[in-house]
C-alpha cells in the first residue's frame, strides 16, 4: 500500500525508443521516481486511514510543493525483449535520468481537461518512437470509446 501517490514509482510498461541529436536510436522503459523515495504502509498503518487518503495526501504535499519526479529511462541491451509489457527488462540495467516532473497543482474531482480529450500511447513527442509491442495499438481503440461515452454520459465519479 502507498503512502502517497507523490511517493510510489510510476513505472511505463511499454518499450519506446528514443533517437539523441546525432540520430542513434536507443530502446528503454521509463520509470517515475519519486525524488523523496519510495513509501509504503503496513497493513496496520492502513487501516487507519480513511478512504480517499491517497487523494487527500496527494492535494496537501502538492500545495507544500512536495510532489517531484526523475525521469529514468531503464536502457534496453540487445537480446532484450522489447515488445512486451509485461516483460519487464532484466533488473540491472542501467537508468539514465532525462529530466525532472513537478506536480505544481491537482484538479477539483469531475472537472479538468482531461475529461474532453483522449489519451493515445502511439502519439508521441520528436524523436520517440513505439515499439513493436502489440498493446500499444490495441489500447488506441477502446480509449476513443471511452472518450465518446464520457463526453455523452459525462464524468462518473
Ligand atoms: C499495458 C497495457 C495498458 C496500460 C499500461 C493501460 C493504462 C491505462 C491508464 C493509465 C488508463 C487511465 C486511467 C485513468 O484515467 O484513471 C487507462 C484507461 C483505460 N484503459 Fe488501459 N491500459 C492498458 C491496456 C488496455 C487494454 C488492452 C484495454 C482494452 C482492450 C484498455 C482499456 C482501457 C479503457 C476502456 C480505459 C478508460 C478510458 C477512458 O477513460 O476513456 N487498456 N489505461
Redesign the pocket.
Known sequence: MPASFGSINYW???AFSFTNAKGNKQFGKWIFEPIGGTQGLSDEEAKTKGPSFLFDDLRERVAAGKVAFDFNLQLAQPGDRIDS??VPLPDDRRKVNMGRLVVKSVSADSGGD?LNI??N?IVLPKGVEPSN?P??S??A???????G??LGEGAKQ
Open positions: 511505463g510498461v511499454h509489457a509485461v482531461c483522449t489519451f500511447p509491442d498493446m500499444l490495441a489500447r481503440a477502446p480509449y476513443v470509446v471511452g472518450l461515452r464520457r
